[in-house]
């Protein structure tokens, strides 16, 4: 493996990093901007978002719903099993799985797989799949599963 290869996948992690901290802390305008300006975020094949604004409109939604299941709602994403492939100087795709705890316990899990990349500002997000695997009963995930008039 390069520096330039090693770099790039330090960047990347970062950035897999950055997506879940952001996310968990509520910092969603930081996480957009962790997506190129015409990203596309696909949400287990029902809803697909295109570009931050979109991004960003799902994110406030998502802390709503939160907010209405808990009084003081938690949420922390543990993302492993991180796979980079680097396609080459400007582009790398990869993939991880995702185990979500709430204020409740164990929530929901799944796989993200990742279209990445190099812009100006650094590596972004220039498409994430999240795949949903499956809820905890009477979890959070379940409930707004539930509310869309899904199964789990």
Same mark, same amino acid.
């Given at each position: 493996?390069?520096?330039?290869? @090693?770099?790039?996948?330090?960047?990347?992690?970062?950035?897999?990093?950055?997506? *879940?901290?952001?996310?968990? !802390?509520?910092?969603?305008?930081?996480?957009?901007?962790?997506?190129? %300006?015409?990203?596309?975020?696909?949400?287990?094949?029902?809803?697909?978002?295109?570009? %931050?604004?979109?991004?960003?409109?799902?994110?406030?939604?998502?802390?709503?719903?939160?907010?209405?299941?808990?009084?003081?709602?938690?949420?922390?994403?543990?993302?492993? !099993?991180?796979?980079?492939?680097?396609? @080459?100087?400007?582009?790398?795709?990869?993939?991880?799985? #995702?185990?979500?705890?709430?204020?409740?316990? %164990?929530?929901? +899990?799944?796989?993200?797989?990742?279209?990445?990349?190099?812009?100006?500002?650094?590596?972004? #997000?220039?498409?994430?799949?999240?795949?949903?695997?499956?809820?905890?009963?009477? !979890? +959070?995930?379940?409930? *707004?599963?539930?509310?869309? @008039?899904? !199964?789990?």
């Amino acid at each position: 493996m390069s520096a330039e290869e @090693g770099a790039a996948r330090d960047q990347i992690r970062e950035l897999i990093g950055a997506y *879940a901290h952001f996310g968990d !802390s509520g910092r969603f305008r930081e996480l957009c901007a962790l997506f190129a %300006p015409d990203a596309v975020l696909e949400l287990d094949e029902e809803r697909t978002l295109r570009g %931050p604004d979109a991004i960003l409109a799902f994110l406030e939604s998502t802390r709503t719903s939160l907010r209405a299941d808990a009084e003081r709602p938690l949420i922390r994403h543990h993302v492993s !099993s991180i796979r980079i492939v680097i396609d @080459g100087p400007d582009a790398a795709h990869g993939g991880a799985y #995702f185990f979500v705890v709430t204020q409740r316990g %164990p929530d929901h +899990w799944g796989r993200y797989r990742d279209r990445y990349v190099r812009t100006p500002d650094g590596w972004r #997000f220039a498409h994430r799949r999240v795949r949903l695997d499956g809820t905890a009963p009477g !979890s +959070w995930a379940a409930a *707004a599963r539930a509310r869309r @008039g899904q !199964s789990s």
